[in-house]
Every structure is written in C-alpha cells, then in structure tokens.
C-alpha cells in the first residue's frame, strides 16, 4: 500500500489525532525560528510559542474550514472575500491585544508603553505587514495538504464507483451471455429430438457438463485457460452430435503456461463461428480455431466458412457482449478484429495476459480435428 495512501487512511480513521500529531510536528519544526539567547529563560519562549501556535491553529482552521469550502461551492466570490478579510482582521486584531496585554507584561520588565485596543484595531498596516503574515504563514500550509488528502479521497472514492459500475455491467454482460448460449444450444437439441435421434440423450449430457462450468465456474472475473480450453473441446463435440459428418472443425491449441482470462468469452466467438457458418452454410462448412499463448500474449482466432450473399453486418449479441466485456477486463491490453475474404469470416483476438500465473515450464500442444 502506497505511503501517501496509509497516511490518508489512518487520518480518516484518527481524526483528532492526526491533528495532534500535526501540530506537534508544526510546533517542533517552527522553534527553529526562536533565537534561544533572545530570553534568559527557556519557558519564555514556550510561552510566546505556544501563543504563536495557538493562533496558528485558529487561522488554519478558518481558512481550511470556513472560507476555502465556501469558496469552492461559492456562485459570487466577493461574499466569500469579505468573509476572509473580516476573519483575518479579527484574528489578526486578537493575535495584536493578546501580545501587548497579556505576553508583554509577563515577558518585558516594566516600565514601557502600551497600545490601547483601539490602537490596535486602527494600526491596519502593522496587522498587514506582521502579524497576517505571522498568523497565516503556516495556515496556508495546513490548509493545503488538507485540500490534497480531500482531493485524494475523491479520487479514490471515484475509483471505487467507476469499480463498482464496471462489475455491475460485467455481471449484467454475463447475464446476456448465458441465456443466450443456453438459447442456442437448447435449439440444438431441440432440432435433435424433433427427428427422435439417439443422441439426443449424450447431447443432454454433455449440455450438462457445459452447464456445470458455465454456471458454478465462472462466477469470478479470471478462470484457467486450461478450463476454458476444454470447454470449447466439450462444446465442439456436442455442436457435431448436430452437424454430422457435414461440418469440418479444427482446434488447435499450444500454450507455456497455465493463464487466467475472462470466462466465457472465446466461447462465444466459437459459438458466433458455429451460428453464423455452420448454421448458415447448407454445404460442407469449415471452422478453424486457434489458440495460442506464449510469453503472456494471448493470440485467438476463429475462421469459418459461409454461403456468399449472406448478409453479415445483422446485430450479433455475442460479439457485442464480447467487444464489452474486453473494454472492461482489458483496457489497452487487447486488439479484436473482425475481416471477410473468400467467403471466410475471420476474428482475430490477442490480449496482453498480464496476470498469468505460470503452473507448468513445458509448452503444452495439440491439435484436435473434429471431422
């Protein structure tokens, strides 16, 4: 945790103490400014130092707590600026009567004059000149680290919010994007059962297995790579209990190690290739997927085949939900693009996997064919 962020904490936490700690720092630091053979006696200057801190302090919380917050929320200044200077004479005019009355008499040896307090009031260009200054030199200080830790607990508080939302909208994502797997592949077996296949039961099973994964799996952000491989394994074999022997599918994978990555989302560009080709294409159509991770960047692709003349800008929610959830979960970390050529849609998707955990040194290959 970041020291200026302990700090910010603790303050939170410790109120009332951190501004004591403040101000016994602030009183330590601003003795140096005594000349200790100016007294014959040590407490003298404790006294006058504790005068000089005490109005420190009353300036530092009216600047900090009366005038700066009305000037940020103000619509007119010159209210606010009136505020600050009647404030500032008053402590300015106190800070003058309580040195003539009260520490001169205790520290000067009699006789010698002194002011009235109309004097005082009156003699603006020495409350100018001196004791503003003396009053308010460590009041700007103290109102300008306050206005820092308010700065930074809005931007964290910020963070947090824009945190929140993103999870809000990540979980409202994967709520579109389970119904509509579901969707798709209940059709799939629907189709099936329609035409009393015998298959129809090892389909079921293997939605189930699906399901599993889908639902009880894939409740965090991250899941094993590993995991989402044989999901797709699962899902290939249960789209060509469909298709037959009609459909061509090639999966290929290679990867060093065993990363994490957002759930769900390399199957639905599967999924998107099996809707938009294979369901489409009324002769032998061709999936080709690839999956690559070496060194932490993540390559995938998908290509499939489709009958010419179809129309492929229709509004898919899949790519949509993807194309999100890659906003969310990767920002600056991914490229996904999306081309047409030769009656081939392909979609390409690296990502920069960052939080990767290593599990094994060897790199893992293979290549399955579902033919």
């Not at 099996?274 to 997927?289: C, L, Q, R, S, V």
Request: with cysteine; net charge positive.
């Amino acid at each position: 945790m970041p020291l200026i962020e302990r700090i910010a904490k603790f303050s939170s936490a410790h109120r009332f103490l951190s501004h004591i700690i403040f101000w016994l720092v602030t009183s330590i630091v601003f003795l140096n400014r005594y000349d200790i053979d100016e007294y014959n006696d040590f407490h003298k200057i404790l006294i006058r130092h504790a005068y000089y801190i005490s109005f420190t302090i009353i300036a530092s919380y009216f600047l900090t707590y009366l005038i700066i917050p009305r000037l940020i929320t103000a619509k007119t200044y010159y209210v606010v600026a009136l505020y600050f200077l009647v404030g500032s004479y008053i402590i300015c005019v106190c800070s003058r009567i309580v040195v003539v009355h009260v520490l001169e008499p205790f520290l000067r040896t009699p006789p010698f004059g002194q002011e009235t307090i109309l004097e005082i009031a009156t003699d603006v260009p020495k409350l100018i000149t001196h004791y503003f200054p003396l009053t308010f030199s460590a009041a700007w200080i103290f109102a300008f680290i306050k206005l820092i830790k308010e700065q930074y607990a809005v931007q964290q508080h910020k963070l947090l919010l824009e945190k929140e939302r993103a999870e809000t909208e990540l979980k409202a994502l994967k709520a579109q994007l389970n119904p509509h797997f579901l969707f798709n592949t209940l059709n799939n077996i629907y189709s099936l059962s329609l035409v009393n296949s015998p298959i129809t039961s090892k389909s079921i099973a293997g939605l189930s297995e699906i399901l599993d994964h889908v639902l009880y799996r894939c409740n965090g952000t991250y899941v094993p790579l590993s995991a989402e491989i044989t999901l797709i394994k699962n899902y290939i074999e249960l789209e060509k209990l469909r298709y037959g022997g009609r459909l061509e599918v090639n999966f290929t994978h290679k990867i060093d190690h065993d990363a994490v990555i957002a759930p769900l989302i390399l199957l639905s560009l599967v999924e998107n290739a099996f809707k938009h080709g294979a369901g489409e294409d009324i002769g032998d159509p061709i999936i080709n997927i690839d999956l690559n991770l070496i060194d932490n960047r993540f390559r995938f692709m998908v290509s499939n085949s489709f009958m010419p003349g179809k129309k492929k800008e229709e509004n898919r929610i899949g790519i949509n939900n993807i194309t999100k959830q890659l906003q969310l979960l990767y920002p600056k970390q991914y490229d996904l693009s999306i081309t047409t050529h030769d009656n081939i849609f392909v979609v390409l998707l690296h990502i920069n996997l960052k939080n990767s955990t290593d599990k094994k040194d060897k790199i893992y290959e293979s290549k399955v064919s579902f033919s």
